[in-house]
């Protein structure tokens, strides 16, 4: 089941027009929310990014806040499996084409929920290979645009190699990777690249940021060269589907000793243990 244009239904009787802009231009915005055994993990924050994506590509939100939660809630209750990826987005609508804005386009909202693979225990346990390469993305890397075929390109030079993830370099420093955020570990030091239009304002390297403090581990938002990451005793990647995984190769050179890290090890419990208390507290509201 998935929800098109205020109506809910099959996949396969979801229709969108030759002439819509998602299709043509790359026109809109998207989110992926995960939830666990049926509870949104931060749908208020990927929410609120959504708000901010369609108004700086100015597109009208054709949903109210409410109206969105009740959506995705609908949406995820008509699913059979527990743990979801729940992805909406809104393009710009159909439109006679036309690089500028068509005048009474209504927005196009699809939204649908795909079972949420989290990251197997073993790849937690081993760690993950990365490769890097220059970010020769936009300057809006802080919009959730459905227009990623730059990020698809830079993701396919990992995929090639068997390896989970691209991380980019912009003049010669960190920004993010080619579908997730990045941080670096030096000397016990947990490393973030400050939010900027260079990156995606990731729902999850908040949350790493928020446990980080609140455990009092020490942390520094702080710009991260080329020579910093390559040298790092650990790199982690961040993002919905991901959580927090340790990068233990990069460009096949070992990261720190080649195993993930301590500061690692202590962050991943960190975030299994907040994820579930998240999900205990939903379950208890759910059944109240
Ligand atoms: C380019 C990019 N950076 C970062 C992220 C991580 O964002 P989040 O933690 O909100 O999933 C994503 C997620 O898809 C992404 O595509």
């Given at each position: ?40 993990f931060r749908?208020?924050e ?156 990731g729902i999850t390297y908040d949350v790493i940021v928020e446990l ?26 961040t ?5 927090v ?26 975030y299994?243990?907040f994820k ?13």
């Amino acid at each position: 089941m998935v929800f098109l244009n205020g109506k809910f239904l099959p996949v396969e009787e979801a229709r969108v027009s030759v002439l819509d802009r998602g299709f043509i231009f790359g026109d809109g915005v998207y989110e992926l929310v995960p939830v666990y055994s049926r509870v949104p993990f931060r749908m208020e924050e990927h929410l609120a990014r959504l708000e901010r994506s369609l108004a700086a590509v100015r597109i009208r939100n054709p949903y109210s806040r409410a109206e969105w939660r009740d959506i995705i809630l609908q949406l995820v209750a008509r699913q059979p499996f527990e743990d979801q990826g729940v992805y909406f987005q809104v393009t710009r609508g159909v439109a006679r084409r036309d690089h500028a804005f068509p005048k009474d386009a209504a927005p196009t909202v699809f939204v649908m929920s795909n079972p949420l693979l989290s990251p197997p225990q073993e790849l937690v346990e081993r760690g993950a290979a990365a490769l890097t390469a220059v970010d020769d993305r936009w300057l809006h890397c802080d919009i959730k645009s459905i227009s990623l075929i730059g990020n698809c390109l830079l993701r396919q030079v990992s995929a090639d190699a068997a390896a989970v993830e691209t991380i980019l370099f912009r003049d010669g420093k960190l920004t993010e990777a080619s579908a997730s955020n990045v941080f670096a570990v030096r000397r016990g030091v947990i490393l973030a690249p400050p939010k900027s239009n260079l990156i995606l304002p990731g729902i999850t390297y908040d949350v790493i940021v928020e446990l980080a403090q609140a455990a009092g581990l020490p942390f520094e938002w702080r710009a991260v060269s080329e020579a910093e990451l390559r040298g790092a005793d650990e790199i982690w990647v961040t993002s919905s589907s991901k959580e927090v995984l340790a990068i233990v190769t990069l460009d096949g050179r070992p990261v720190g000793d080649g195993k993930p890290g301590p500061v690692f090890r202590n962050m991943h419990r960190l975030y299994q243990e907040f994820k579930q208390k998240v999900m205990r507290a939903g379950k208890e509201r759910q059944a109240a």
